[in-house]
């Protein structure tokens, strides 16, 4: 079986997908991906053979990108990039060079990451299946938003409209997180299926700092960004300055495009670095203090770990609001970004430990998930039957 995976060219988008590949990989089935050169570079350095597809951004447009972005806040920033940039402008893009490797390639199934719109359509277009892996929160309300794009590409190939955008998860949704973490308010659709959350984040050479085996006795915080909105507002740095008196190990990473020493000399229990993998780090910690991205959040639960969440954009909001409901981490709005406030939420969560049992039994839920090789099991069966709503069986 030959399966190709389609990505947006951030760390952030093709991470998740990474797993899934290697399983296919494993079990002896051809695996390429398909995003822009700079991407495939990374992609290609970690042993995925890469077809490029669209264009990357200029500095220019990269630099207008995060201008407007940094106008819009929380949902807002969302509702924008979907249409104008993940269904407008980067899928229109990458859609013609999706379409000649796949006459060329000729793969056997299509696998996307949710909010990458050219390869399902790429995939219709041939008369392939396709699935697509969730890397964001389930926010069906945003469908509305990219129909209008989404039906320009598709008649621009020659497919009649689809006004519910049905094509999206038509055959298999891949759901990395437990069934728990879902807000029942809003369902998935008869094709979802949740697996295991199964972090990718070695994309680099960084080990494990020396220094994490020799911490000193004391909560063990760990903070971090991401690397999409770790400059904003320099909520690091009120990081930084709410808990440097504070009786506990702190971990900040910067992101690899941001130099640590920026924040100036720090006392020996404060630790700042671009990147350490989350892997590595988290069985160290005891809490996090993140963003509210995904990625982050998912690892952190697959680890029984408590969150500080800061919401900034994206999906964000969303990730924060469902864990606050659940009872797995304290939320700082917007306009409290203050030391103080990051000081109090860190030892409200660190001394209850309500939020670490709630987080251990999500984690106690994943773990009875099935992992990437059955997604593997999922995706050769939807190639040679090509019948959506794939069982698990």
């Not at 998740?16 to 079990?27: G, H, T």
């Not at 209850?352 to 009875?368: C, D, I, S, T």
Request: net charge negative; proline share 10%.
């Amino acid at each position: 079986m030959r399966a190709l995976f389609t990505t947006n060219p951030q760390s952030g988008h093709w991470h998740p997908l990474v797993p899934y590949a290697k399983a296919l990989q494993q079990a002896g089935h051809e695996v390429a991906f398909a995003t822009t050169a700079t991407a495939c570079g990374a992609l290609s350095a970690v042993g995925f053979r890469c077809f490029p597809a669209g264009e990357d951004e200029s500095a220019e447009e990269s630099q207008a990108r995060r201008e407007r972005m940094a106008t819009l806040p929380g949902t807002e920033a969302a509702a924008w990039t979907w249409p104008n940039l993940f269904a407008g402008s980067w899928a229109a893009r990458r859609l013609p060079d999706l379409l000649a490797i796949g006459q060329a390639w000729q793969p056997d199934v299509v696998v996307r990451e949710d909010v990458e719109f050219a390869g399902c359509i790429t995939a219709e277009h041939l008369g392939l299946p396709h699935a697509t892996v969730q890397i964001t929160a389930w926010r069906p309300w945003f469908r509305t938003l990219i129909r209008e794009p989404l039906n320009r590409l598709r008649d621009d190939v020659g497919l009649p409209p689809d006004p519910g955008l049905a094509m999206l998860d038509r055959y298999l949704l891949v759901v990395p997180a437990p069934p728990g973490y879902h807000d029942p308010a809003t369902p998935l659709p008869a094709t979802a299926r949740a697996v295991r959350h199964v972090a990718f984040d070695r994309s680099g050479e960084e080990p494990l700092p020396a220094w994490v085996r020799e911490l000193p006795d004391g909560p063990v915080v760990y903070a971090t960004m991401g690397t999409a909105v770790n400059r904003v507002e320099d909520i690091l740095a009120a990081i930084v300055e709410g808990l440097r008196d504070e009786p506990i190990t702190l971990i900040v990473t910067t992101g690899r495009d941001q130099d640590p020493t920026i924040f100036g000399p720090q006392p020996p229990h404060i630790h700042l670095e671009r990147y350490v993998p989350q892997s590595l780090l988290f069985p160290h910690c005891d809490l996090v203090v993140t963003h509210g991205g995904s990625g982050t959040v998912l690892s952190a639960l697959d680890y029984g770990l408590p969150m500080v969440i800061v919401p900034v954009s994206a999906d964000q909001p969303d990730n924060a609001t469902r864990c606050e409901q659940l009872g797995v981490a304290r939320v700082i709005p917007p306009n409290n970004r203050t030391p103080d406030a990051f000081r109090t939420a860190v030892w409200e969560a660190l001394g209850n430990p309500g939020y670490r049992q709630n987080a251990e039994r999500l984690r106690e839920e994943m773990a009875r998930l099935p992992g990437p090789e059955q997604v593997g099991g999922w995706l050769e069966r939807l190639a040679r039957e090509q019948h959506p709503a794939v069982t698990s069986s």
